[in-house]
């Protein structure tokens, strides 16, 4: 399977602990978006690099929250000090600017806080 | 910031009916996606539009960008089972690092009764 792969595909933490998420992109993607979707709502947009590049990140995002791509392939998304508003579907989704700007989503991980 | 909303935010449909999903922009947009996700899956890219006032069809499928690229319409006939899911626009920026960004509607979901 070529698509993008996230892991782990679900997660329950307690509230106060830290998490990491893997995202693999397509491997010649050279984007990476993480976004995250809660129930009844579209992908909210957290972050995004060209490579190793983290070229934006929302403003919505706090501190608890870091993202990095360090070799320009897989991605991880750390949260930490988890609050219950945190539980949500995390998805990354990976594209080649140089071709289309089809965004190619993963299955998600979906994190639960409790 | 930019958004983008999408009405109506449910829709049910006898089989055969058609349907359609409208969606706004509150700046003018580079280009406009459509994603549809099935029930527990993840985004699935429909298309891209980039010009003022395209329209593009894909069997069943009708996409229209409008002439001042701040809305778009995605039109469906003669609904199948199979069309089930959450439809989402996507509208992109383009130029500086904003550049392949999404901001995502809140979705319209279908439902289709056979």
């Known amino acids: 399977d070529t698509g993008v792969s996230q892991d782990p595909r679900h997660k329950i933490t307690k509230r106060g602990q830290n998490v990491t998420f893997r995202c693999d992109p397509i491997?010649?993607?050279?984007?990476l978006y993480w976004y995250r979707q809660t129930l009844g709502q579209g992908p909210e947009f957290l972050t995004y690099?060209?490579?190793?590049?983290?070229?934006?990140k929302s403003r919505l995002l706090s501190d608890r929250f870091s993202a990095e791509r360090p070799k320009g392939s897989f991605s991880t998304l750390e949260i930490q000090r988890t609050e219950q508003g945190d539980s949500a579907m995390y998805l990354c989704?990976?594209?080649?600017?140089?071709?289309?700007?089809?965004?190619?989503f993963g299955p998600g991980t979906r994190l639960t806080v409790t | 910031g930019q958004q983008v909303m999408q009405i109506p935010q449910y829709q049910h449909v006898q089989e055969g009916e058609d349907f359609t999903t409208y969606c706004n922009s509150s700046t003018t947009l580079s280009n406009i996606q459509w994603y549809k996700q099935r029930p527990g899956g993840h985004p699935v890219f429909l298309i891209q539009?980039?010009?003022?006032?395209e329209v593009k069809k894909q069997k069943r499928l009708t996409f229209q960008f409008g002439e001042a690229k701040k809305n778009s319409s995605l039109h469906i006939t003669a609904t199948q089972t199979t069309d089930v899911g959450t439809y989402f626009c996507a509208g992109g920026n383009a130029g500086g690092t904003s550049y392949g960004k999404l901001t995502f509607g809140q979705g319209t979901i279908l439902t289709v009764h056979p």
């Open positions: 690099f060209q490579n190793e590049a983290q070229l934006e």
């Open positions: 491997s010649e993607h050279n984007r």
């Open positions: 989704a990976s594209t080649d600017r140089d071709r289309s700007y089809e965004q190619y």
């Open positions: 539009l980039v010009k003022s006032g």
